[in-house]
């Protein structure tokens, strides 16, 4: 008889991280793709250690740069702490990107064929206490007056399928592009990286799951950063980037 094992250990505790919870900045930054770590139930889900320390377990170097924004404007910050592959936060569960059988060129073992079972106890553990967390978040802040704007933190990878990609910081956004405008603006006026307009995704690619969820649904602005992860490898260019998109951040809520 099978048994129904959990997905986390009590040992890995809570799947979400938030940092700076009292943050006094409007902005409140989300990195769905932080972390790199399996729970131990799933050992390597049949990948190689250079698979699971690539793009498609996490995005590289996006949640130091959140910190450095977070740290910069006294922004909270809200992260999942287990990766992508167990769930992928920025999808729903219907989505057959949630729990992946194939990621760019890796197929994954330990994703082949889930029950309906294995999916909802993913979801139950993983995607159902992110997005809850994010929900009270923004409701305890409207309660006490503070605003919300939400940011997403992403990094992608410069090949893809083999395809270089030339663009290095993306701004990204669905029907709501009252903070991507003002975003591109500024970065138009101050440049310093190649930056374009929902690249190198964009809504019609799913990507802004947490942005209906959260921003659309709340009328709150909202915006989706993607940084081409090269840039953001050391601790010098995850400082930068942060900068400049303090910077941009800055520059768009003045007005
Ligand atoms: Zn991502």
């Known amino acids: 008889m099978l048994v129904r094992q959990t997905v986390l250990t009590e040992a890995e505790g809570d799947c979400v991280?938030?940092?700076?919870?009292?943050?006094?900045?409007?902005?409140?930054?989300?990195?769905?793709?932080?972390?790199?770590?399996?729970?131990?139930?799933?050992g390597d889900l049949g990948l190689s250690e250079e698979a699971l320390s690539s793009h498609?377990?996490?995005d590289p170097g996006a949640l130091a740069?959140?910190?450095?924004?977070?740290?910069?404007?006294?922004?909270?910050?809200?992260?999942q702490r287990f990766s992508r592959l167990i769930?992928?936060?920025?999808?729903?569960?219907?989505?057959?990107?949630?729990?992946?059988?194939?990621?760019e060129i890796y197929a994954v073992p330990g994703n082949q064929g889930l029950s309906?079972?294995?999916?909802?106890?993913?979801?139950?553990?993983?995607?159902?206490?992110?997005?809850?967390?994010?929900?009270s978040i923004i409701g305890e802040r409207s309660a006490r007056g503070q605003d919300s704007v939400i940011?997403?933190?992403?990094?992608?990878?410069?090949?893809?399928?083999?395809?270089?990609?030339?663009?290095?910081?993306?701004?990204?956004?669905?029907?709501?592009?009252r903070l991507a405008n003002r975003m591109l603006e500024a970065a138009a006026d101050a440049p310093l990286?190649?930056?374009?307009?929902?690249?190198?995704?964009?809504?019609?690619?799913?990507?802004?799951?947490?942005?209906?969820?959260?921003?659309?649904e709340n009328g709150l602005r909202n915006v989706m950063i993607e940084v081409r992860n090269d840039l953001i490898g050391d601790k010098v260019g995850q400082g930068v980037v942060a900068d400049y998109l303090t910077g941009l951040l800055q520059k768009s809520l003045e007005a």
């Open 56 to 58: 498609i377990a996490w």
């Open 116 to 135: 309906d079972e294995e999916k909802t106890a993913r979801t139950e553990a993983i995607y159902i206490p992110f997005h809850q967390r994010i929900r």
């Open 193 to 216: 990286y190649r930056t374009e307009r929902n690249e190198p995704y964009g809504p019609t690619d799913g990507v802004t799951h947490t942005l209906r969820l959260h921003g659309l």
């Open 17 to 42: 991280g938030v940092e700076r919870p009292d943050g006094k900045s409007p902005v409140l930054l989300i990195c769905e793709h932080a972390s790199n770590r399996i729970p131990i139930r799933f």
């Open 65 to 79: 740069v959140a910190q450095g924004i977070s740290a910069a404007l006294d922004a909270t910050l809200i992260h």
């Open 151 to 177: 940011m997403t933190m992403h990094s992608f990878t410069p090949v893809y399928n083999g395809k270089p990609r030339l663009v290095e910081l993306g701004i990204l956004h669905d029907t709501d592009d």
């Open 87 to 103: 769930y992928d936060c920025n999808r729903p569960p219907e989505s057959p990107g949630a729990m992946p059988e194939m990621s």
